[in-house]
C-alpha cells in the first residue's frame, strides 16, 4: 500500500483547529490540486470562494448551524457550482447559450465539477498534513450565504471546506460494506441481502457510536438516517436554484 492509499484511506473529518492561518503558498496549491482535476469536456463549472474576513466567517458559522468551526479554523473555502462563467463567454464570442445554461445536465455537470475539485483539494490538505471537515450546513439559508459573498447569478454555493491545522483527531468512522456499495455487471437488486448487511452495519457503528462516547450514543446507522430523513429540510432549494437561472429544463 502506498502513501497515498495511506492517507486517503486515514481520512477523518476535523472539527478542531488550532488558532493558526493556512499560508498563501499553502492555499494556492490547494486550490490548484482542486483544478487538476478531470472536468466534463473541460467546462470547469465551478468557483472556489476563499473567506478571510472575520465578520463573514462569524455570520456563515451562525448560518451553517452554529457551527464553530467554520469561523475558527485554518482557511474556509466555498465551492459553488458556476454557469456565469460560461455566461459570460457566451456574450464574448455573440452566441445565445442560454438553454443549455439553464439545463438540469449542465447544471449537474457544474455540481459534479465542484465535487471532484473539492475532494482533490481535500486530499492535497490532507497530504500537507492537514485537516479537513466538508461543511453542507451553508445550504440551511443560501439566499443570505448569497448576500455575505456576493452570488451572481447563474452561481450556487454548494458547500464548504474548512481547512487547518487539527487540535483533535476524532476517530475514524466505520464505512458501509463494500458489498453494499459495490456492485458488479448491474444494481443488486435483492433487498433481503441488502437488508442483512445493513444491520450488520448498524452493529457495527452502534458499538462505534457507544465507544466514542462511553455509552452517551448507540444509535444505529438506519436508525440515524431515517431519523434525519423524517425531518424536512431545505425544501426551499429547488425555488433558489431556479431563481439563478439553473435547471430550468
Known sequence: M????????????IRSFEDKLLSGEQIRTIVECAQAA???????????????????K???????????YV?????LFIFC???????????????????????????????????????????AAES???????????????????KILNIPSRVVPLFALVVGYPKNRSSKKPRLPLENVYHENGYQTDDDLFKKQLEEYNETISAYYNERTKGKRKD??????????????????????????????
Open 220 to 249: 444505529r446507522w438506519t436508525e440515524q438516517m431515517v431519523g434525519m430523513l423524517s425531518q424536512k429540510s431545505r425544501l426551499y432549494m429547488k425555488d433558489y436554484v431556479e431563481g439563478q437561472g439553473l435547471k430550468k429544463r
Open 81 to 123: 457550482a458556476d454557469l456565469h462563467r460560461l455566461e459570460v463567454s457566451g456574450e464574448m464570442e455573440e452566441k445565445n447559450v442560454t438553454e443549455s445554461i439553464e439545463s438540469t445536465e449542465k447544471f449537474m455537470v457544474a455540481c459534479i465539477d465542484a465535487a471532484l475539485a473539492a475532494q482533490n483539494a481535500a486530499l
Open 2 to 13: 502506498n502513501q497515498v492509499i495511506e492517507k486517503i484511506l486515514d481520512h477523518r473529518s
Open 71 to 75: 469561523e475558527n479554523n485554518g482557511h
Open 58 to 68: 462569524a455570520k456563515l458559522a451562525e448560518l451553517a448551524g452554529p457551527q464553530s
Open 38 to 56: 478531470a472536468t466534463s469536456s473541460y467546462i470547469q463549472a465551478y468557483s472556489i470562494i476563499g473567506v478571510t474576513d472575520k465578520e463573514k
Open 128 to 146: 500537507m498534513d492537514l485537516g479537513i471537515c466538508y461543511i453542507g450546513g451553508i445550504r440551511n439559508n443560501l439566499e443570505e450565504v448569497s
